[in-house]
């Protein structure tokens, strides 16, 4: 796995299954662990939030609270719930060789508080970009400052402002989770990308998650499958630590699984479990 921090690497690999809310993420991740599973793989499979008694508090917090969260404190109970997911349970299956699989990890983070928060004009990142670059450029991201960055704006400034505070607030939020993850950047993340419509149209189709998606309202579900563009555009342009592969999730879930377990057998192609498991 790739590692910023000091610490030591575990022989294991990490991968999170990402998107927006009824991608298929989780579908996805119990059909992949699985799979793994069939081939020889030893696979733990986390969930975010949750996975540790802190985490699961923090889960049902953020589901139940009884009065509203706001968006500073959400990014922070985020990364208290992913530091003790970290510590106690991935961290130790990796340096057990196994494989973990993550139903969201920190580009969830990324995209839910920070694009598109940022989207919606109530970025909680806007502060502090100095020092969380510096934590994002040791971890192998570039880290620069948004206005050293500059290139042609297409005409419109304003649009272009947007883009760049989206761009920063994702990567604040990527440079925060280093600092809760300890510097553990996932070896693949893989993000399934659905049009909004199409993802409320299956949460819409589950009794009792209706609510939910019609809670958080349409065009911030935009935002977020805008989010997940992006975060896998700044990681092409390695601007974020880690490899991010986008996946149609438009596609049969039988589909969409064997290409979730091609990019995964690639990744764990160059691990030493998957040497083992063949042997
Ligand atoms: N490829 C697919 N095509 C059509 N329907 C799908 C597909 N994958 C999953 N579904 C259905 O869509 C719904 C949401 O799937 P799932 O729970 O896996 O999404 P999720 O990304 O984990 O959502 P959440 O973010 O809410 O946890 C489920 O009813 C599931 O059966
Ligand atoms: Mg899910």
Do not use: N
Not at 60 to 70: K, Y
Not at 216 to 224: C, F, P, S, T
Request: with cysteine.
């Amino acid at each position: 796995m790739p590692e910023a921090g000091a610490e030591p690497g575990g022989r294991g690999t990490l991968i999170a299954l990402e998107g927006p809310d009824g991608a298929g993420k989780t579908t996805q991740a119990r059909r992949l662990e699985a799979a793994l599973r069939a081939r020889g793989f030893e696979v733990v499979a986390v969930r975010e939030p949750g996975g540790t008694a802190l985490g699961e508090r923090v889960r049902a917090l953020l589901l139940e609270a009884p009065e509203p969260i706001g968006p500073r404190a959400e990014l922070f109970l985020f990364q208290a719930a992913r530091a003790e997911l970290t510590e106690r349970l991935i961290r130790p299956a990796l340096a057990a060789g196994r494989v973990v699989i993550a139903d969201r990890f920190y580009a969830s983070t990324a995209v839910y508080q920070g694009a598109a928060c940022a989207r919606h004009g109530m970025e909680p990142l806007a502060a502090g970009w100095g020092p969380l670059a510096a934590v994002l450029a040791a971890a192998g991201g570039a880290g620069a400052a948004p206005a050293a960055r500059g290139g042609a704006s297409h005409g419109d400034p304003a649009a272009a402002d947007r883009r760049a505070a989206i761009d920063r607030a994702i990567e604040a939020a990527v440079a925060l989770s280093l600092l809760a993850t300890g510097g553990l950047v996932p070896d693949l993340t893989v993000v399934l990308d659905l049009e909004a419509e199409a993802a409320a149209a299956r949460l819409g189709g589950e009794r009792g998650r209706g609510d939910r998606f019609e809670g958080r309202g349409r065009a911030w579900l935009a935002a977020v499958v805008e989010g997940y563009r992006r975060y896998a555009a700044l990681a092409r342009a390695g601007r974020l630590p880690g490899r991010v592969e986008v996946l149609d999730a438009a596609r049969a879930p039988e589909q969409l699984a064997a290409s979730v377990l091609e990019l995964a057998l690639e990744v764990l192609g160059r691990a030493p479990a998957a040497a083992e498991a063949e042997r």
